[in-house]
């Protein structure tokens, strides 16, 4: 899925509590924050969690969304130790999985996942330093070569030179496994492939009264494994392995309290290690201007709406250039203070992993219910779509998808939650790439802090 380049800014004196989300998965994780000290939660759920595919939020009025409300009386608690809130957490899911290699020739599995996770942060001075450490495991009970074990560790600091400037830092390392659905996962591999990264990023943000400009640069290092194809043949996946250099500048200008006007820049270098013989090189350059407007009409509705241009550029004539319009859009509508409706809208290039092709662009939408039944129990409706059209190859994917689920707060350690989501992806083209159907049914648990 795409995700966004905006950087925005919100007046402090239009809101207490603002934050900054990341612009693309190229851009490293999350550094522009809040104006004022988040809560602990919030920390330390955003420095593992940089890559969302997940728009602003601009809140202007005391107006929330059903997920964004807080439930004191539902919230996990922290543990507090000489100036060091630690939130320990423990995800146990079991889920049904139709079609676990993502075929037409589907096969199904039950799968247990554990994800253990330690987060902790703390304040001395004008300095906010948070951690984190996450463990993921999945396993196939009737397919265990698909099982899988990733981990993420992650450190952020801001300091806070005064009330109108801060300073940003942070890094994140790990390993992670390509969900076989992703467009860009190749096709004939016995396992997922994995992948191991390392980043780091520093940033900056000042305040001008109703301006705010923010800045930022990063750098990613991805190193793909080699996969076995079905007569256990090598694949060689280094060709993937790259280096991602990005930087951002962001303005944005609240011309009164529900609406402002911002604009942003982004560009980026990817240089990569190896490439296949007699193949072109996949190294490119690149970069995404987007100005928009982000207003409340009213306590029932707020938007954001970002509309631009990207292009990204090969060094090598093989691989043509790409560009094209970007699109980030997301509107909200409080039907009731028990419903929220949120709209999406995205649209840009992706980094494509198939041979022979260098990328390919995605256009996403989304619409989203959230439903309080009771006080604790959250009920949710979605349903998606997103066209991928690859660049060099005749390959495109239309892929729709629905989900129903239900979280539901059982006391402030636990709380319980189901989901069942549906994905349909059609391929066409000379090389059509993957085509299948899924369904998935899950239950889980979580429980954390004290």
Known sequence: MHQSGLVTFVPKWAVSNRVFMPSTVLFLPLILVTLLPTNAQAQQSDILEDFRDESLQFKRSEQLGVRDRSQPEFDPVPYRIDGVEIMPSINIDTFYDSNIFAVRDASDDLIIRVRPKLAASTKFGNFNITTAAEVDHRQYLSTDSQSTTDFTLGLRGRYDIG?????????????????????????????????????????????????????????EKRNYEDGRDGLDALVDQDFRNRTLWTGDLGAEFAINPDISVF????????????????????????????AGTSFQLSKLVRSEIGIGYFQQNFDDTGFDDVDGFAVQGKLEYFVTPLVT????????????????????????????????????????????????????????????????????????????????????QDASGTFPGRAFSRHRFLVGITIAGM
Do not use: C
Request: proline share 4%; glycine share 6%.
């Open 341 to 424: 409706l949120t709209a999406r809208a995205n649209r840009g290039v992706e980094e494509s992993s198939t041979l022979g092709s260098g990328a390919f662009v995605a256009t996403s939408f989304s619409l989203t219910a959230d439903y309080e039944l009771l006080r604790n129990l959250i009920v949710t409706a979605s349903a998606s779509y997103e066209q991928d059209r690859f660049q060099d190859i005749d390959r495109d994917y239309d892929i729709a998808g629905a989900a129903m689920g239900v979280e539901w707060r059982l006391a402030p350690r636990y709380s319980f939650h189901a989901r069942y989501d549906f994905r349909d």
């Open 163 to 219: 009330r109108e400037s801060q300073i940003y830092i942070g890094t994140r390392n790990g390993q992670k496994t390509e969900d076989r659905t992703d467009p860009a996962s190749p096709l004939n591999l016995q396992q997922p492939v994995q992948y191991r990264f390392a980043s780091a990023f520093f940033g900056a943000a000042q305040n001008f009264n109703r301006l705010r400009i923010a800045a930022r640069a990063g750098i």
């Open 263 to 290: 604009v942003n820049g982004s560009v980026n270098r990817r240089d990569y290690v190896s490439q296949p013989p007699l193949l072109p090189s996949r190294d490119s350059e690149g970069y995404e201007i987007t």
